[in-house]
């Protein structure tokens, strides 16, 4: 928290910024259509595993699962039924950070 010189309070917010360490996810095929979807995920943590869960746009939780980080930064995510068409998000998160993506059903 920062003060002007009139006495008002400001919140600050820091923002760590680290060359040579992008992100890299990307879904493909995005648009998908089945009962997989592979992702691939590049330097998002320093831990050895995260956690990826698909949500339908409305909330609904629709499958959850546990990655090891593997040296090919590819995962398969595999569904109990086939979805419905529509926009979906993959959220992926060690359990600090966390990163999302919007994906689409065919």
Known sequence: MQMDEIGQRSLLAETLVLFGHKEVFDV????????????????????????????????MHIVSADFKVNPQHTYTLQFPHK???????????????RIEKKVIVK
């Open 28 to 59: 493909f095929p995005n648009p998908f259509y089945g009962n997989h979807l592979h992702f691939y995920l590049k330097n998002f943590t320093e831990k050895n595993k995260f956690h990826a869960s698909f949500y339908g746009l409305n909330g």
């Open 83 to 97: 979805l419905r068409q529509g926009i979906y998000l993959l959220n992926v998160s060690d359990g600090v950070k």
